[in-house]
């Protein structure tokens, strides 16, 4: 009996050392070889500071950029989750209104156009860095009259649209996305550009 205590003892010691210290720190080696930025976040540097990440939505609320998809968490990646709430929820059916008026109105949709989904119905993460096209699409006569920019620029912030979207997994899972963080980067470079050609 006191045998069989003892090597219990021993193999449960050796599972802890190995999938406990062993293995986490193996991965962690490769991750930090291999995957380098990934690992450590994905992190956004500007002027020897952290400004976000790629893979963490933030809320961008000012009128002169690309607006994420909502957040049932105000953008609190601690308790990431969704809303939770089903199809038949009024609470859901008043929150995908107040979103469709508020969409509308900031960017001057016509209230008959239809919305892509992303921007009327937060994430299950609620931190989904990315929006559809078409959403950041729709939101490019917004930026032009906020940055005061002309209408021949629409062309320059489309094509910026298009430049940074990225294909659906494997060429068929998801859709054709844009991460608003590299969006909105690349217009205030574009921004800046305009501003010293003009």
Do not use: C
């Amino acid at each position: 009996m006191k045998d069989k205590i003892i090597s219990s003892l021993k193999f449960l010691f050796l599972i802890t050392i190995l999938t406990g210290i062993v293995y986490p720190l193996f991965i962690t080696l490769i991750a930090q070889l291999f995957f380098n930025e990934k690992a450590n976040g994905s992190l956004y540097i500007k002027d020897d500071k952290v400004r976000g990440s790629f893979l963490i939505g933030q809320n961008f609320s000012d009128s002169t950029y690309f607006h994420p998809r909502p957040s049932a968490i105000n953008y609190n990646p601690m308790p990431s989750g969704g809303s939770n709430l089903a199809l038949t929820s009024k609470l859901l059916y008043q929150q995908f209104q107040e979103r469709k008026r508020n969409f509308d109105l900031s960017n001057s949709v016509d209230s008959s156009k239809q919305v892509p989904a992303d921007m009327l119905f937060a994430s299950a993460s609620g931190v989904d860095p990315d929006i559809s096209k078409e959403a950041a699409y729709l939101q490019v006569p917004r930026i032009l009259r906020a940055r005061n920019l002309n209408e021949d620029d629409a062309v320059e912030l489309y094509k910026i649209v298009n430049e940074t979207a990225q294909q659906p997994y494997l060429g068929i899972l998801g859709m054709e996305r844009v991460n608003v963080l590299k969006l909105n980067i690349a217009l205030d470079s574009f921004n800046k550009r305009w501003k010293t050609q003009n």
